[in-house]
């Protein structure tokens, strides 16, 4: 039997999923109580850690359709204007309305749809970002994007983004254990 190998983004591509996947499967079957329960100030409930991985996704996901000339390039938060529909006031988020660098007691206080709306959106940004990602040419992987000084090239930025699912993955398993729930989404 002869198998092909990935090509490296498919490979890239392959496992980027996989913790998308982890990601809702571990949101998904939570009551609305625990989705929303949070074990105090510096553990934020799964509904935010869920949002919180979204939306950098949403954020890295906009920046790469840009940066190849690609429609959509504007966010999901964006195009949905999320932000009044869910009444969370912009510039209140953190770094990019993304959740970085909030306050504690803030990232607390916020208010977030029915779950099911929630994990919607994950879903659209994880979709959007997987096509986002899987579009770059080839060639164009191990390239640094303009602006970037820091010479980290896409291949970087990926991988960046793919630990942060997975820290935020993480933390919703340590939740779920907390809540006396199964914590592994595996």
Known sequence: MVVNARSPLASVVRFYKLAHERLLKASEDLSPAQFTWSAGESLHSVAWQLWHAARWDDVFAAHVQKDFGREPAAQVWEREGLDAVWSLAPGSMGLRDAGTGMENSAAEQMRFPEQSEAIGYARRVFDFAVSAIAAIPEDQL????KGYPDGDTYLDHILSC????????????????????????T
């Open 142 to 145: 191990c390239a640094v994007p």
């Open 162 to 185: 793919h630990e942060h699912l997975n820290r935020h993955l993480g933390t919703i398993e340590t939740i779920r254990g907390l809540q006396g729930l199964l914590g592994s989404a």
